[in-house]
């Protein structure tokens, strides 16, 4: 079936800091992959999608590349802020429908 | 700014209870989800709705659950009767598909929070 894995939280950095979260996928075929962001007390944001094969999606300095050979679509930013707090999750679609990961929590303390 | 709105935000009942959660999606969209967040869970695809059509309700409890689209602006979701296993945030998504496809971004409401004591 259609599974997302990602790395088991939390995840605690210093403002500045590197950020990787690994996800990996299993899927028939070739999905799409997203990444979602969700504040405290909020719903899910579409922070960056890819739909092939070695795109990159990117936004607010996220970045993931669609890996098929690794099955993976890890998320990275360069520099995280304290801004950037919130639980990130990945999910892969098939037959129109989401598969999410557990989803990982991030802090960043100043 | 278009969003989808979803009421009540926050609910706190006793099992047994009819609970309704409603939710008005992006204008012009076709195109509705209904998920359910717990921890032990995650997040769970319940059912969703084209064109107020439902396609796949496979992911809900269907001796309790519910799910309809009265019209184009509102979804609703509900339980009945509601049981202690039910306390969730559960969430609404639209999106817009012509034609279908894997490609649909969903654009999520802020979530009803619901307790069942």
């Known amino acids: 079936g259609n599974s997302v894995t990602q790395m088991e939280g939390p995840v605690t950095l210093s403002e500045e800091a590197f950020l990787t979260i690994n996800c990996t996928y299993t899927a028939t075929g070739y999905p799409s992959l997203f990444w979602y962001v969700q504040y405290p007390g909020e719903g899910l944001q579409l922070l960056l999608k890819?739909?092939?094969?070695?795109d990159k999606g990117s936004n607010k300095g996220f970045e993931a590349t669609y890996r098929k050979e690794t099955t993976s679509f890890h998320l990275e930013k360069g520099s995280v802020q304290v801004s950037d707090s919130a639980v990130y999750f990945c999910a892969l679609t098939r037959s129109e429908k989401l598969v999410f990961g557990k989803g990982t929590k991030l802090t960043v303390n100043p | 700014d278009a969003r989808v709105t979803q009421t009540p935000r926050h609910k706190v009942t006793e099992m047994g209870q009819e609970v309704t959660m409603r939710c008005q999606p992006i204008l012009g969209h076709n195109t509705v989800f209904w998920y359910r967040q717990t921890m032990m869970q995650g997040l769970e695809l319940l059912a969703y709705?084209?064109?107020?059509?439902?396609?796949?309700d496979s992911g809900m409890p269907k001796d309790r659950f519910s799910a309809e689209m009265p019209d184009a602006t509102l979804a609703t979701l509900k339980i009945q009767p509601s049981e202690p296993r039910d306390s969730a945030v559960y969430f609404c998504a639209s999106g817009s598909s012509p034609g279908g496809g894997a490609q649909e971004t969903q654009y999520f409401g802020p979530g009803t929070r619901l307790l069942v004591l």
């Open positions: 890819a739909t092939k094969a070695d």
């Open positions: 709705f084209r064109n107020r059509a439902p396609l796949d």
